[in-house]
Nanobody, 121 residues
Framework: EVQLVESGGGLVQPGGSLRLSCAASGFTFDDHAMTWVRQAPGKGLEWVSAISWSGRDTYYAETIKGRFTISRDNHKNTLYLEMNSLKSDDTAVYFC??????????????WGQGTQVTVSS
């Protein structure tokens, strides 16, 4: 059974930092690209970042480029999202998402339960 379990969310002040983690199990982690997607209150889903199966290639939405860093540890089957210089607009539920293959442009097939990030003073 595929499981994606996010952690690391919470309340942070504007300008602060958080690191999200996603523990993956039930599939061969390093066969798959992975993605972070977020959903702000009252809004639709927004793609945030993606990473290739090896971790060598990373991709970012313009809204977070230069502030967030995606990474993965294939030995630990864990995906990360380091978030710096957080803004109120970053407030959202962040989802870890499994891509169906090694290419980050493939469809998504499994989602984590999400972790809440709230940026507020």
């Amino acid at each position: 059974e595929v499981q994606l379990v996010e952690s690391g969310g919470g309340l942070v002040q504007p300008g602060g930092s958080l690191r999200l983690s996603c523990a993956a199990s039930g599939f061969t982690f390093d066969d798959h690209a992975m993605t972070w997607v977020r959903q702000a209150p009252g809004k639709g889903l927004e793609w945030v970042s993606a990473i290739s199966w090896s971790g060598r290639d990373t991709y970012y939405a313009e809204t977070i480029k230069g502030r967030f860093t995606i990474s993965r540890d294939n030995h630990k089957n864990t995906l990360y999202l380091e978030m710096n210089s957080l803004k109120s607009d970053d407030t959202a539920v962040y989802f870890c998402v499994k891509v169906m293959g090694s290419n980050w442009l493939y469809a998504y097939d499994y989602w984590g339960q999400g972790t809440q990030v709230t940026v507020s003073s």
